[in-house]
């Protein structure tokens, strides 16, 4: 009964910001780790970051690197993604998980959107 609800994709022009969030229920939120994933068109979905229980430690992809930033607030159970200087490149829908992704069940994404 893991529930997974993404939100604050958009259309941004390139060099611009959003920022997303992820509100999870169903699991003991505070003892999960979570990642953002996102899959473009013709794609395979990637895991972007991801960040332990407590916050403590994250991990990102390369090409995010010094552009991303994942955070929490296990108070509200709630995962999110800074997305700044976004590039075209980042087009694709962004969906939040538990990693790793064992039963391949995921959220509606959200579509972000970069222009050039």
């Known amino acids: 009964q893991v529930q997974l609800v993404e939100s604050g994709g958009g259309l941004v022009q390139a060099g611009g910001s959003l920022r997303l969030s992820c509100a999870v229920s169903?699991?003991?939120?505070?003892?999960?780790?979570m990642g953002w994933y996102r899959q473009a068109p013709g794609k395979q979905r990637e895991l972007v970051a991801k960040?332990?229980?407590?916050?403590?430690?994250?991990y990102y992809v390369d090409s995010v690197k010094g552009r991303f930033t994942i955070s929490r607030d296990n108070a509200k159970n709630t995962v999110y993604l800074q997305m700044n200087s976004l590039k075209p490149e980042d087009t694709a829908v962004y969906y939040c998980?538990?990693?790793?992704?064992?039963?391949?069940?995921w959220g509606q994404g959200t579509q972000v959107t970069v222009s050039s």
């Open positions: 998980n538990i990693p790793p992704v064992l039963n391949d069940y």
């Open positions: 169903g699991i003991i939120f505070r003892f999960n780790t």
């Open positions: 960040i332990t229980s407590s916050g403590s430690t994250n």
